[in-house]
């Protein structure tokens, strides 16, 4: 099946046949140490962290070693684990983190859920208590490596200390290869403090693991001729073009330039297809643009590009574009015919698969279909006509979708490169909808766990990796509240990340549901009791600033942007704000509801 | 069949899809035998919501660290597609191999089967086991151990008989499976 093995096999063993020419002495050193080493030899500048009895010995070493590798002390283990996520989405690199055992441990668990999810490469490193006390029940031990084997891409428990290094190094290659994801190194604090031999990474891997990248030329070709031919093709791109690298991008621009088909994307590919391009359609799926879900919908050949299909994309999947050949190319073959049966699946880098394919556009000559893609367009056009995200604008209140657009305005206009984080909810889907991204790796939101309380720690992950970059959380009150604590650490390593709250005081999808769909019964989603963020803000030693009329908003917008300190921003916006475009579930693309439609949609139905 | 009644569904994931023809198939799984190995194959079946009819393991390359994970599996052709994708992904897995479709397998069970009885059913479990080629491997004035090898099947079928002569104890290793001589090619998906 796998031609991963035999192919690794030979390269470790040429690697091996190679050390063994020039034989460097091993190095003896401590458990401890070997982390640190092994940290700094995969790359590792920043690491997240929070200390606690278990991990003791690696913080001292961290102490006697603070020149080479950089401690950020968070909170709270969770904003650990979404700072590493934040950092590894923001430079393409493997984030770090550091956690007790036990609780530390358990509280990073959401963080790993999450970067599975998402794909995020990150590795944690866990304390754990000493092996002899394993199964003991002894103070904060967890079974770590239990706990989080479903919610991570592998995880071990090193018991020899003379496998510690190569199983940090092997963490790091699972966590960057193929797939990325979460990788979990559990180490008992007894081990940390043994005397072994540090083994260097390239004589580290153990299970050979090599996932395949390339993609099968005769289904490039097959997916080839269908393109061209195809009368009303669509391209639907997704996380894994950002994961592949800028390049990746590059191409994906490419090949739409070349063909001239129109793009949407998944809430975790914004970006990789510039917003300001003529070719893209906006976001798809549950809060999509209505030109990207009925261009889904209708078309004849679609081409998704490392996305998987996920049900808040397809909607009713019985329904979901009825009438397409479907290609797929995805770096996991488990993602192939998970959830909606394809024509052409590649299991592939999405990379190298685009290379491959304009390769093999170019070679053959093909040509689009002009005078189809002509109609198409003009069909797309069309919807776009609808203007979907069309909203009634006020002078009293501030509407979220206004606060959004001058918040973009004002990104544009800075000349700092500009990182967005959001929260989950409603705010997230407008600020997904509103604010234009036209490089990869400048947005990083919570799609496939979506986790509220992600987005102020990965800003902080974001600020840490660059230090002159303008980034930005755009939050809910009650998702901001979660990780709220994350403000001592931006205040204690200088990062000026602002934190624009949108605050209608309500869990602003819960609402949305429960009015659209649970007979406007809101239970539960009012919060009666908000801090006053402005003070909260300066409690922390942050700046707390607020809006709550539409004439405010660009002057605070204006003094945010200015700010050299973490920052939170009240807006204070319209209450009743529903988030549209939005397919309601169980039903298909071409069923969506629009705001101006909001009025007649049946709420007695259920 | 009679077409659903549209409604708009309250969950916010949708209606859940008819379901398909169930298959069984048996996979080989061939993977590195370390701590965590087994747990993180049954997690992904307990997590996922697949069914497993059967299941054994054992290491059986003691140089390699390589162990070897029979498992028997139901569910519809699109679920055992993703059953073995998702197999195939883990770390520590090296080869998974559906048995079922890549040509003829061989596949047995071993089972010991405890019977009590006294006269004339007595006599007709041994008659029976001899049939069978069960081995008697204990005996007692009132009660036999018998070690019977064969398929699935044929264990089912033995263990009925012997119910009503007296069965008082069975257990079963689950099914050890291998290809047949020379496999078909398997396809890749993707290829």
């Excluded at chain 1, 000026?496 to 406007?520: A, C, D, S, T, Y």
């Excluded at chain 1, 920052?567 to 397919?583: A, G, S, W």
């Amino acid at each position: 099946m796998k031609k991963r093995k035999t192919l690794n096999m030979s390269t470790t063993e040429a690697k091996r046949a190679a050390s063994k020419t020039t034989p460097a002495p091993a190095k003896k050193m401590t458990g401890a140490e070997m982390v640190i080493e092994a940290l700094i030899e995969q790359g590792v500048e920043v690491i997240f962290g929070y200390p606690g009895g278990a991990v003791l010995p690696i913080y001292d070493e961290l102490f006697k070693n603070k020149d080479r590798i950089k401690h950020v002390l968070v909170r709270h283990e969770q904003g650990a684990s979404h700072a590493a996520e934040g950092y590894a989405r923001s430079t393409g690199k493997v984030g770090c983190f550091l956690v007790t055992s036990g609780p530390g441990a358990t509280n990073a668990v959401t963080g790993l859920t999450d970067a599975l999810m998402d794909s995020i490469p990150v590795v944690c490193i866990t304390g754990q208590v000493p092996t002899h006390l394993i199964g003991t029940d002894a103070f904060q031990e967890a079974d770590t490596t239990g706990i989080t084997r479903p919610c991570t891409k592998h995880n071990v428990l090193v018991k020899d200390v003379n496998e510690l290094a190569g199983a940090i190094h092997e963490g790091f290659h699972v966590a960057r290869s193929g797939r990325p994801g979460p990788v979990v190194i559990d180490i008992p604090k007894d081990i940390q403090f043994a005397d072994g031999n540090y083994k260097a990474a390239k004589d580290s891997m153990k299970h050979a693991y090599k996932p395949r990248t390339m993609p099968d030329m005769d289904g490039i070709e097959a997916a080839i001729e269908l393109m061209a031919s195809a009368k009303k093709p669509v391209f639907y791109t997704g996380g894994g073009i950002i994961n592949a690298g800028p390049q990746a991008s590059k191409l994906l621009r490419e090949l739409v330039r070349e063909t001239g088909f129109p793009v949407t994307s998944t809430l975790m590919g914004l970006g990789a297809y510039p917003a300001s391009g003529k070719e893209w359609l906006g976001m798809l799926g549950m809060h999509g643009t209505f030109e990207a879900n009925w261009a889904m919908h209708d078309c004849d050949v679609m081409i998704c590009i490392g996305a998987r299909f996920d049900d808040r994309v397809t909607g009713r999947v019985d329904a979901f574009s009825p009438n397409s050949v479907k290609i797929h190319i995805d770096i996991d073959p488990s993602s192939i015919n998970k959830n909606v049966p394809v024509d052409i699946g590649l299991i592939a880098d999405a990379g190298e698969a685009m290379k491959a394919m304009l390769q093999i556009w170019r070679a053959k000559g093909c040509k689009s279909d002009s005078a189809a893609l002509k109609k198409w367009w003009k069909q797309i056009d069309q919807w776009r006509g609808q203007n979907c995200l069309a909203y009634k604008n006020s002078d009293k209140i501030i509407k979220p979708q206004y606060a959004l657009q001058r918040l973009a305005h004002f990104i544009s206009k800075d000349p700092r490169d500009a990182y967005v984080s959001t929260e989950v909810g409603q705010h997230q889907m407008w600020a997904a909808q509103f604010l234009p991204f036209d490089q990869p790796n400048r947005w990083m939101t919570s799609g496939g766990l979506g986790t509220m309380g992600y987005g102020l720690p990965a800003a902080i992950g974001a600020q840490m990796a660059h230090k002159d970059a303008l980034v930005i959380d755009v939050a809910g009150e009650a998702s901001i509240l979660m990780n709220i604590q994350e403000m001592s650490t931006a205040v204690q390593y200088r990062l000026p990340v602002k934190v624009f709250i949108m605050n209608n005081q309500w869990m602003g999808m819960v609402r949305q549901w429960q009015e659209l769909l649970h007979g406007e019964r809101y239970s539960e989603s009012y919060t009666d009791s908000l801090p006053d963020f402005v003070k909260l803000a300066e409690a922390y030693g942050g700046i707390g600033l607020r809006a709550e009329t539409p004439q405010e908003l660009d002057d605070v917008i204006k003094e945010m942007m200015k700010t050299d300190k973490v920052t939170l921003v009240d807006v204070r916006i319209d209450q009743r704000e529903n988030c549209f475009p939005m397919i309601p579930s169980g039903k298909a693309h071409n069923e969506m509801i629009l705001s101006a439609d909001a009025d007649k949609f049946d709420k007695k139905l259920v | 069949m009679a077409k659903p009644k549209e409604k708009v569904s309250k969950s916010v994931y949708g209606a859940t899809p008819v379901t398909q023809q169930v298959e069984s198939h048996t996979i080989s799984i061939l993977v590195i035998n370390e701590p965590g190995v087994l747990a993180r194959v049954i997690g992904l079946f307990a997590g996922r919501g697949y069914n497993i009819e059967s299941l054994t393991v054992a290491e059986t390359d003691h140089d390699k660290h390589l162990s070897r994970i029979t498992i028997v599996v139901t569910g519809t052709p699109r679920v055992i597609e993703q059953i073995k994708t998702q197999l195939d992904r883990m770390v520590p897995v090296q080869k998974v191999r559906d048995l079922t479709t890549t040509g003829p397998f061989v596949d047995r069970e071993l089972a010991l089967v405890q019977v009590k009885s006294e006269g004339d059913q007595r006599i007709e479990a041994l008659r029976i086991a001899d049939i069978f080629r069960a081995r008697v491997v204990d005996s007692t004035l009132d009660s036999f151990i018998f070690e019977v090898t064969g398929t699935a099947g044929k264990i089912d079928a033995f263990v009925n008989l012997m119910r009503p002569l007296g069965l008082a104890d069975v257990s079963r290793t689950g099914v050890a499976a291998l290809s047949r001589g020379k496999m078909k090619k398997e396809i890749k998906k993707g290829e």
